[in-house]
């Protein structure tokens, strides 16, 4: 199985202020037929189920505020919410998708500061 | 728009088989991944498996047989049974909708309690 690894498990920031998210994959996640990174972020509130917020690493949800972000490639990949909204706080779990069983990273618990 | 709802059993008991179904409305059944993933109470998200819409199943190994995942397409339904439960199988079930890596609706979760 591909090992996801998230950090930090959680994290305080002040308002307006950037949120960087880091995930690693344990091997490669990179798919060769479009030389695209297999990788989603999903943001999910107490009580809810996860949401969409990336794919391929780096291309937004429909609907999703630009103030999020993907990049990375290979293992290394981050999430950053450029200036963090109240609504913001949430845990947000990277997952792999480049191959099964799909594996989700422990999660990072986002809060203000 | 696509909405999945998750009904089935709140408890069950040890060794039992945990039963639960999906049913979706909203959108087509194919061609996408209709998948399962859990969530222990305050512990994060674990895949259990998905039915593809041709029927192909594909299965988390983790689970050791335990699981399987049915559909049936003419009541816009997908099933999940999980055999020989213990408590470690108490979490949040999700139902939800892959489109090929990407889950893109979920379930509001049903939560499942493994306890005589």
């Known amino acids: 199985d591909i090992v996801m690894t998230q950090s930090p498990d959680s994290l305080a920031v002040s308002l307006g202020e950037r949120a960087t998210i880091n995930c690693k994959s344990s ?3 990179l798919y060769s037929s479009n030389n695209k990174d297999c990788l989603n ?6 009580g809810q189920p996860p949401k969409l917020l990336i794919y391929w690493a780096s291309i937004r ?4 505020p630009d103030r999020f972000s993907g990049s990375g490639s290979g293992t290394d990949f981050t999430l ?3 200036s963090l909204q109240a609504e913001d706080v949430a845990v947000y779990y990277c997952q792999q998708y480049y191959n099964t069983p799909r594996t989700f990273g422990q999660g990072t618990k986002v809060e203000i500061k | 728009q696509v909405q999945l709802q998750e009904s089935g059993p709140g408890l069950v008991k040890p060794s039992e088989t945990l039963s639960l179904t999906c049913t979706v409305s909203g959108g087509s059944f194919s ?7 859990r969530q222990p109470p305050g512990k994060g998200l674990e895949w259990i498996g998905y039915i593809f819409s041709n029927g192909n199943t594909n299965y988390n190994p983790s689970f050791e ?4 995942i049915s559909q049936d397409t003419s009541k816009n339904q997908f099933s999940l049974k999980v055999s020989s439960v213990t408590a470690a199988d108490t979490a949040v079930y999700y139902c ?6 990407a889950i893109e609706y979920w379930g509001q979760g049903t939560l499942v309690t493994v306890s005589s």
């Open chain 2, 31 to 37: 061609p996408y991944f209709w998948s399962w993933v």
């Open chain 1, 27 to 29: 091997q490669t996640i």
């Open chain 1, 80 to 82: 950053t919410i450029s």
């Open chain 1, 41 to 46: 972020w999903y943001q999910q509130k107490p």
């Open chain 2, 96 to 101: 939800a909708r892959d489109r090929g890596g």
């Open chain 1, 61 to 64: 949800e429909s609907g999703v």
């Open chain 2, 65 to 68: 047989s335990r699981v399987t």
